[in-house]
């Protein structure tokens, strides 16, 4: 093999590209940059709302950039770690994306409280809410998972109410026989 340059040979060098540890300071010194950064957005987050009023809009805007800092840096870990998972199924002689990760960044999921179920099943009690409507509902709160197959539990719910023995109808009591008729003179 010949190497030709294409100037004085007297100017052409030639080594190994090896790291020597030149750059360890720089590294140092970001390192620190963003740890004091996640440290700021961190103590924001964790903090006790202000005291002032502040209007919804900036309220909004500022947890909304500290959100995005958190999201990218959970997205930037993800990526890291399904590269590696990606190795992973490529030595279990699988599909590349046959394994993935990825980290939630919904901040702010607010659980619904008792009474915000017991009005939504009101509303399926009283039919003013569809069975599907229901199901979706449960879902997007992971109530259930989203696997949840409703054609096999429609098939299981009839399977249970043909075995079950027909309701018997008792006839009712009336206890106030007499109490609205008039008096007897």
Do not use: H
Not at 24 to 41: F, P
Not at 163 to 176: C, K, Q, R, T, W
């Amino acid at each position: 093999m010949i190497w030709r340059f294409d100037c004085d040979p007297k100017e052409a060098v030639l080594g190994f590209l090896e790291w020597n540890g030149s750059q360890i300071s720089e590294l140092r010194a970001e390192v620190e940059s963003l740890k004091a950064d996640m440290a700021k957005v961190g103590g924001r987050m964790l903090a006790d709302d202000k005291r002032v009023a502040e209007a919804a809009e900036t309220e909004a805007i500022r947890r909304a950039a500290e959100n995005a800092v958190v999201a990218n840096f959970i997205r930037s870990r993800d990526g890291g770690l399904n590269d590696s998972l990606s190795w992973v199924s490529w030595f279990l002689d699988l599909p590349e994306d046959a394994i993935t990760y990825e980290g939630s960044t919904d901040f702010n999921a607010i659980p619904l409280t008792a009474q915000d179920w017991a009005f939504r099943k009101s509303l399926r009690d009283s039919r003013e809410l569809s069975k599907n409507k229901w199901f979706d509902m449960l879902e997007a709160n992971e109530v259930i998972p989203s696997t949840f197959d409703r054609e096999e539990n429609d098939r299981e719910l009839s399977e249970e109410l043909a075995d079950m023995p027909s309701p018997i109808v008792m006839p009712v009591a009336d206890d106030n026989i007499g109490q609205d008729d008039p008096p007897a003179s």
